[in-house]
């Protein structure tokens, strides 16, 4: 399987090389040939079941979740329940 890189760079949905729409970190994958690691995004389709915050494929429903910033807007990530348990004061903004 040949992958673009577009979506090594993050630049386009791992999974189906979208790149409309919020783009969220959702992990690293080795790349075949140069063995170089590679943070990788996808799309609010293809995100679901990998928990941003603790690096791992989620067994529970993800929320989308808004990580505070100093000044700005948040940036918005997947938690897991397990993860909003341990952060309860975790800000949730429910997916459109
Ligand atoms: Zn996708
Ligand atoms: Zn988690």
């Given at each position: 399987m040949s992958v673009s890189i577009a979506r090594l760079h993050g630049?386009?949905?791992y999974d189906c090389g979208a790149v409309l729409g919020d783009l969220i970190p959702a992990g690293e994958v080795t790349h075949p040939d140069s063995g170089r690691v590679w943070p990788i995004r996808k799309c609010g389709d293809h995100v679901t079941g990998w928990c941003s915050w603790h690096s791992g494929?989620?067994?529970s429903a993800l929320r989308?979740?808004?990580a505070a910033a100093?000044?700005?807007p948040g940036i918005r990530t997947f938690a897991c329940e397990t993860c909003r348990e341990q952060r309860d004061r975790m800000p949730?903004?429910?997916?459109q």
């Open positions: 630049e386009a949905c494929p989620a067994t989308v979740v808004v100093n000044s700005g949730i903004e429910d997916a």
